[in-house]
Each structure stands twice: as structure tokens, then as C-alpha cells.
């Protein structure tokens, strides 16, 4: 999952938006011309490139994220109380050592919690476009600072599940 990650922010994303904020930018002086101010042709690219960006981070899960992650049919966490929900967060965020006789749960529940983060970090930046298209800036910068700072913690959190997952899976095949 990191590479098909790393891939899409470092070629499709990148291309994508600049390619829609252009084709937005430049449609709405077709369709408006001086009747608008660039500003607001600006603004409606910012919101063609916020909706292609959601469209594109959906269909890029469906063909690329979700073929390589086999998350069976049923949630792993939903069985266990609440305690040992937060047991298992800890463990994989590695504020507490594995439990040896549970790691077959907990590398499952990582594993499906890592592509829930995936998925989420492919969305993520459509938000941020979003509140980006607002008229009202000093409000769109406030939540552009809270976006980016949601973004930052959804990132730390993939890579600790990722870690988990490494560290751990020598453990799963020393003890089937």
C-alpha cells in the first residue's frame, strides 16, 4: 500500500489537479468571460479540481488500494469490548508491546485499519480543495490550517500501522 500511495501523490495527484484547475479556470472565462472576476474563475477551478481530486482518490482505491489488501467480510475489532478496542489501537500505534497470544487479531485489525487510513489519505486533500473554493478566506484558512493538521496525524497514524506491521511480522512466523 505505500508504494501505491506514494505513486499516486507523486504522479496522478500532482497532474490531475493541475490539469483541472486549468481546465476549471479556463472553462469558467469561456462560459463567463469579464463577467466574473478571475478571482471567482479561480475559485470555480479550485472546486472542478476539489471534485476531480474526490472522483479520482475514490476510483484509485477501487483499482490500486483495494486489490491489495484482503480485509475479509467482517470488522476484527467488533467483537471485543471496548478496552481491548483501545488495547489494540495502543499496540499498533506502539504505546504498549504486542500481546503474543492475540497478534493474529491485532496484525488483522491493523491491516484493516491501514486501509481505512489509505483510503482516507487518497480523499483527504478534495477537502482541503474544497474549503480552499471559498469565497470567505479568513475562514478558509482557518480550516486549511485544521485540514493540514488532520492530514498530518492521518499520515503519522499510517505509517505507525505500517511499522506495526513490519515489527511484527517476523513474530506471526515464529508462533502460527
Known sequence: MDEAIRIYYTRYFPAGALLLLIVGTGGSYLLWGRQISWFEQLEFGVLLMATGS?????VYNAKRLKPRVNLGRADVAIALNKTDQASVRRQIAG????????????????????????????IMPSYL????????????????????????????????????????????????
Not at 474526490?54 to 475514490?58: A, L, N, P, Q, R
Not at 504505546?95 to 481505512?116: G, N, S, Y
Not at 505509517?159 to 506471526?172: A, H, V
Open 95 to 122: 504505546k504498549e508491546p504486542p500481546d503474543q497470544e492475540h497478534l493474529t487479531v491485532v496484525r488483522a485489525a491493523a491491516v484493516q485499519m491501514r486501509k481505512q487510513t489509505g483510503t482516507f489519505l487518497l
Open 129 to 176: 480543495f474544497l474549503v480552499g473554493s471559498q469565497n470567505l478566506w479568513w475562514m478558509a484558512a482557518g480550516m486549511a490550517i485544521i485540514m493540514l493538521t488532520g492530514m498530518f496525524l492521518i499520515v503519522r497514524d499510517f505509517r505507525r500501522q505500517g511499522r506495526f506491521l513490519q515489527q511484527t511480522e517476523s513474530l506471526t512466523e515464529q508462533n502460527p
Open 54 to 58: 474526490m472522483i479520482g482518490g475514490f
